[in-house]
Antibody, heavy 116, light 111 residues
Framework: QVQLVESGGGLVKPGGSLRLSCAAS????????MSWIRQAPGKGLEWVSY????????NYADSVKGRFTISRDNAKNSLYLQMNSLRAEDTAVYYC?????????WGQGTLVTVSS | DVVMTQSPLSLPVTLGQPASISCRSS???????????LNWFQQRPGQSPRRLIY???NRDSGVPDRFSGSGSGTDFTLKISRVEAEDVGVYYC????????FGGGTKVEIK
């Protein structure tokens, strides 16, 4: 069965950095685009970024462009999100999700809190 | 950017009664491959979102048949034929045709 397990969240000060990871299993990871989606406390869902199956194409929401970098390691079945210059408004649960057109599976999420 | 507008924001429903959620996009969601990438998700309290419907009207495996999706172009609807207690949560539409955008969500609660 498809499993996506995020890790790496935590408390970080404004201006700081954090790297999220997502371990995938139960499917051929290298066949799929992958996405990061976030949800601020009590708010709706916001797409953050996606990456193509071979890493040749990436796309970012305007709110994170230039600060966040998505990457993947198909040999390790892993997806990453490097987050730099973090702001209070980046506080959210970050979900890893499979695909970018259909978003058929989600992880359980990892909480990132940006606060001094 | 494509804007997805959902209504209503909140939907109190009596158990056993139908419910309907509207989702409108600011642009046509027909992709270059002919598909319309409009999906619906349910998020129960404290849980990750779960996909219910993909490409407008295709129900996911394990989703009760009281859930149905319809629409075309820029106008889409999610219907629950008879609301049950387990349907409480927030419902989101999402388009995957032009990058990726979510609607603001509709909270379904029992009256």
């Amino acid at each position: 069965q498809v499993q996506l397990v995020e890790s790496g969240g935590g408390l970080v000060k404004p201006g700081g950095s954090l790297r999220l990871s997502c371990a995938a299993s139960g499917f051929t990871f290298s066949d799929y685009y992958m996405s990061w989606i976030r949800q601020a406390p009590g708010k709706g869902l916001e797409w953050v970024s996606y990456i193509s199956s071979s890493s040749s194409y990436t796309n970012y929401a305007d709110s994170v462009k230039g600060r966040f970098t998505i990457s993947r390691d198909n040999a390790k079945n892993s997806l990453y999100l490097q987050m730099n210059s973090l702001r209070a408004e980046d506080t959210a649960v970050y979900y890893c999700a499979r695909d970018r057109w259909l978003i058929d599976y989600w992880g359980q999420g990892t909480l990132v809190t940006v606060s001094s | 950017d494509v804007v997805m507008t959902q209504s209503p924001l909140s939907l109190p429903v009596t158990l056993g009664q139908p419910a309907s959620i509207s989702c409108r996009s600011s642009q046509s969601l027909v992709y270059s491959d002919g598909n319309t990438y409009l999906n619906w998700f349910q998020q129960r309290p404290g849980q990750s979102p779960r996909r219910l419907i993909y490409k407008v009207s295709n129900r996911d495996s394990g989703v009760p048949d009281r859930f149905s999706g319809s629409g075309s172009g820029t106008d889409f609807t999610l219907k629950i034929s008879r609301v049950e207690a387990e349907d409480v949560g927030v419902y989101y539409c999402m388009q995957g045709t032009h990058s990726l955008t979510f609607g603001g969500g509709t909270k379904v609660e029992i009256k």
